[in-house]
């Protein structure tokens, strides 16, 4: 097969439509837990409990929360990196959890990840040139001075030297082999990028190179992201729309500006709270939860957020909120959404 240079321009069909190019529905991933002699299963950690949203072409989707509740499960499980327990999720309407074998392959050109550590993401026996392009030889793209070829194409792109190709990853700091992680993604000429926490371990003045390169990037060439991140900011910088999620599930989905200027579910709320803000005159409020987050093992009944959350009443201990729409385009999953 042939490889063709990298397109430098944005597929007319991402400027002129927003057509959904992935859609999550209740998905769902417990992995086990083993005891006794015989090792059988006597509890699951919900790592994602029914978790759905869509994401259009050409847009950007940021996922939000604290640390364990599933943001990089739900990224890893829509690749199917990670096999999900149930659910479904279909890229451009393809049943990503049927497909077999060869239709998998198919589907990892168009769907690729960017790791959050630029560190241990790449192999430091080989060229970073040999990296970039393993996804070209595993596909059988091109012949080798092709797929050097466009390897040289890519790292230009993301702001580094083809010349670079034949160094090793020890060789590089933190901000220059995440770039080196994003053009390993870019090289298959994806439609998809997971770009899991891609900026929480680099310094402050290397995350809004990296942020600026990734929309710059969207912008040429017609990308949609699936944004993992705990950082608020990074979030509102690059994102079009953002979900909210806590202990596994989907809390609240709104559009950057809609959740930035109004939130509804209180656990966002107290999110936006502890936002640092640049003006050292001005005060916020913050909200401090009370407690620990519970156990994904043994979760709350009724709203898993009644336990820290200060507008709960009986109803929040009894009955599940349904995950609906309490305004256009602005969706939360709480009795008392204000």
């Not at 230009?156 to 770039?179: C, K």
């Not at 690059?238 to 579910?265: C, K, N, T, W």
Request: with cysteine; glycine share 8%; hydrophobic share 40%.
């Amino acid at each position: 097969m042939t490889v063709s240079p990298l397109n430098t321009t944005a597929p007319t069909v991402a400027a002129t439509t927003q057509d959904t190019l992935l859609e999550v529905r209740d998905l769902k991933k417990h992995f086990p837990i083993k005891g006794g002699i015989l090792r059988r299963t006597v509890a699951n950690v919900k790592a994602l409990d029914g978790v759905s949203f869509a994401i259009k072409r050409g847009e950007t989707l940021g996922l939000v929360g604290e640390s364990g509740c599933g943001k990089t499960t739900t990224g890893r499980t829509v690749l199917r990196l990670i096999q999900a327990t149930s659910g479904e999720v279909k890229f451009e309407n393809q049943d990503v959890m049927k497909a077999g074998r060869a239709e998998m392959r198919k589907l990892r050109r168009d769907m690729q990840i960017v790791f959050q550590d630029p560190y241990a993401s790449l192999d430091p026996r080989v060229p970073v040139g040999v990296s970039i392009a393993e996804g070209l030889r595993i596909h059988e793209i091109g012949n080798d001075k092709e797929q050097r070829d466009r390897v040289k194409v890519v790292l230009e792109r993301v702001g580094m030297n083809a010349t670079h190709m034949r160094r090793f990853p020890h060789e590089f700091s933190g901000g220059q082999r995440q770039r080196i992680g994003i053009a390993r993604a870019l090289v298959m000429q994806p439609k998809l990028i997971v770009c899991d926490e891609p900026v929480s371990a680099l310094d402050v003045s290397i995350q809004a190179q990296v942020l600026n390169l990734l929309k710059d990037l969207q912008e040429d060439l017609g990308l949609t992201y699936l944004f993992i991140a705990h950082n608020l900011s990074v979030v509102e910088h690059i994102s079009d729309r953002v979900g909210v999620m806590y202990l596994g599930r989907m809390v609240e989905l709104a559009s950057r500006d809609q959740l930035f200027s109004h939130p509804m579910h209180p656990y966002t709320k107290a999110l936006m709270s502890a936002i640092p803000l640049p003006d050292p005159t001005i005060k916020r409020e913050r909200i401090i939860l009370q407690g620990d987050v519970p156990s994904p093992v043994n979760p709350p009944s009724g709203c898993y957020f009644h336990p820290r959350c200060w507008l709960a009443q009986e109803v929040c201990k009894q009955e599940d909120p349904v995950f609906e729409e309490k305004e256009p385009g602005h969706w939360a999953a709480c009795h008392f959404a204000q």
